[in-house]
C-alpha cells in the first residue's frame, strides 16, 4: 500500500462549481502538507501548504488537514477553465532525521473546468 | 533567473544505450532531487543531495546513478536504458523552505 493515496480521477465540472480534492496517508509522522499545481506538459508549482492540522485560505482555495483521520483536503471555490490541471499532494515528516527535505508525493488528480 | 533547467527535452534511447540528463538551478539552493513521473504513480524519487557533496537514494533508484556536480548541477545518468525507464524525468531543488521544492520543466524520454 502506497504511503500516500489519492484518487487519480480524471474529475470534469462547470465553470463556477465548487472542486473538492483529496489526500489520505498512512505514516503518522508527516507533518507538513502540501498541494502542488501541474499544467500540462509543465513542471509541478507549489500551490499552498499547511503545517500540522487545521486551514488555510488562500483567495478561492482552501487546503484542510485532519492528522487524526490521516486526510487532506483542497478547495477551489468558483473554478475557473484556468484551474484545469493536474493537482499532487505531497506529504513530509517535521524537521530533523533521515527522511528531512523529501517529499512523498499522492498520484495526482486530473481536473478539467469546462466553460 | 531562469531557475531549473534540465537539457535535453526529449530523448529517444535503445534498449541498454546510456545518457546523462542535466540539471542545472540557480536560486542557490543547497538540495536537488531526480524524480520520475509515470501515469497512475505520480512523481516518485529517484535520488536527492541535502547538499553539495552528498547524494542519497530515494524510491526508486535502482539502474540510475547521480552526481552532484558543484552546488548549482545535478545529473542523473542512466547506465544501460531498458524500456522500464521510459518516463519523464523531473529536477527539483529547494533552499531554507522545507516545504516547497521548485521543479524545472521535464525531461520526456523514451526507451525502445
Known amino acids: 500500500q502506497k504511503e500516500v493515496e489519492q484518487d487519480p480521477g480524471p474529475l470534469s465540472v462547470p465553470e463556477g462549481a465548487i472542486v473538492s480534492l483529496n489526500c489520505t496517508y498512512s505514516n503518522s509522522a508527516f507533518q507538513y502538507f502540501m498541494w502542488y499545481r501541474q499544467y500540462s506538459r509543465k513542471g509541478p508549482e507549489l500551490l499552498m501548504y499547511?503545517?500540522?492540522?487545521g486551514n488555510k485560505e488562500d483567495g478561492r482555495f482552501t487546503a484542510q488537514v485532519d492528522k487524526s483521520s490521516k486526510y487532506i483536503s483542497l478547495f477551489i471555490r468558483d473554478s475557473q477553465p484556468s484551474d484545469s490541471a493536474t493537482y499532487l499532494c505531497?506529504?513530509?515528516?517535521?524537521?530533523?532525521?533521515?527522511?528531512?527535505?523529501?517529499?512523498?508525493f499522492g498520484q495526482g488528480t486530473i481536473l478539467t473546468v469546462h466553460p | 533567473n531562469a531557475g531549473v533547467t534540465q537539457t535535453p527535452k526529449f530523448q529517444v534511447l535503445k534498449t541498454g544505450q546510456s545518457m546523462t540528463l542535466q540539471c542545472a538551478q540557480d536560486?542557490?539552493?543547497?538540495?536537488m532531487y531526480w524524480y520520475r513521473q509515470d501515469p497512475g504513480m505520480g512523481l516518485r524519487l529517484i535520488y536527492y543531495?541535502?547538499?553539495?557533496?552528498?547524494?542519497d537514494k530515494g524510491e526508486v533508484p535502482n539502474g540510475y546513478n547521480v552526481s552532484r556536480l558543484n552546488k548549482r548541477e545535478f545529473s542523473l545518468r542512466l547506465e544501460s536504458a531498458a524500456p522500464s525507464q521510459t518516463s519523464v524525468y523531473f529536477c527539483?531543488?529547494?533552499?531554507?523552505?522545507?516545504?516547497?521544492?521548485?521543479f524545472g520543466p521535464g525531461t520526456r524520454l523514451t526507451v525502445t
Open positions: 499547511t503545517y500540522s492540522s
Open positions: 543531495s541535502a547538499s553539495e557533496g552528498t547524494t
Open positions: 536560486m542557490n539552493h543547497n538540495s
Open positions: 527539483a531543488s529547494s533552499g531554507g523552505l522545507v516545504y516547497e521544492q521548485y
Open positions: 505531497a506529504m513530509r515528516p517535521g524537521a530533523g532525521g533521515t527522511s528531512y527535505g523529501k517529499l512523498t
